[in-house]
């Protein structure tokens, strides 16, 4: 499909490069989801002005590419086949929960968001790639779903890709763990002192930090970083503290509950 300027930017021969340099090739019928998913994103976009990276690269490198590549050795394992269930929290316009419903065939994906329209459309996206039996919706608070009895403790992994900081966002993620899940924090920038303070952060939420990857996105889109977490034991029952008090309190900071 043309881009918005006329041209073809979305053509097959720069996209298979695109899937070379992510280290996994989607079967027909993913690209093709993949394609409806971003037909779905103008539609609603134009109602919602969900997001800016819509078109072209915007929309294959910035959503498609970046909510993948931190997955990709699963996405090649033979666990991509595994009934694995992945929560998304802080979804937004649907990413990167949309994008991981497509790429694994057998997932259920539970996407989180706080704003009713946008989770609206997100779950009309989902229906219209024929993903709404493998996707639920949650209209509420992070704090909120990680005390809810059927998310607790149930997801294999949980991932946000939230601006905020990182034991905020850890805060939210954790809880939800499986005693083997596993926690992905997409970063753009990463210091050390952003890994001090969620460490300190990770032994309230008694996890840890399991690794760090750094890659460079294609077409000089900049550096992203994706933060692995797993669980060191029982998340304490304290956590995640009430609506609001993650994000004025971080467990990070000195000062953090």
């Given amino acids: 499909m043309a881009s918005a300027s006329g041209s073809r930017a979305d053509d097959g021969p720069s996209r298979g490069h695109l899937w070379a340099e992510l280290g996994w090739q989607p ?24 997001t800016r990276l819509v078109e072209g690269d915007d929309y294959w490198i910035a959503q498609v590419y970046d909510s993948l ?7 090649a394992s033979a666990r991509a086949l595994e009934p694995l269930r992945l929560i998304d929290v802080g979804t937004g316009c649907g990413f990167p929960g949309l994008a991981m419903a497509v790429a694994l065939p057998n ?9 009713g329209r946008k989770l609206e459309a997100v779950g009309a996206m989902a229906e219209a790639l024929g993903l709404e039996h493998r996707v639920t919706l949650r ?11 059927d998310s607790r403790g149930r997801f294999d992994w949980a991932m946000a890709r939230a601006v905020a900081s990182a034991p905020v966002v850890a805060e939210y993620l954790v809880p939800l763990l499986k005693p083997d899940g596993r926690a992905l924090l997409y970063r753009g920038q990463w210091t050390a002192t952003d890994r001090q303070d969620l460490e300190r952060a990770c032994r309230r939420l008694r996890s840890r930090v399991s690794g760090v990857e750094q890659r460079r996105l294609p077409g000089d889109r900049g550096c992203r970083h994706a933060v692995l977490l797993e ?14 008090i993650p994000a004025k309190q971080p467990l990070g900071a000195a000062s953090g509950g």
């Avoid at 993913?30 to 919602?48: A, F, K, T, V, Y």
């Avoid at 669980?231 to 609001?244: D, E, I, M, Q, T």
């Fill in 27 to 50: 079967s027909a019928e993913q690209e093709h989801r993949l394609e409806r998913l971003q037909e779905q994103l103008r539609h609603w976009n134009g109602r919602l002005n969900l």
């Fill in 69 to 75: 590549w931190p997955l990709v050795p699963l996405l």
């Fill in 107 to 115: 997932a259920h994906l539970t996407l989180v968001d706080s704003v």
């Fill in 139 to 149: 209209c509420e608070r992070a704090e909120l779903t990680g005390r809810r009895a």
């Fill in 231 to 244: 669980p060191a034991g029982v998340c304490p029952a304290a956590y995640p503290r009430p609506v609001g």
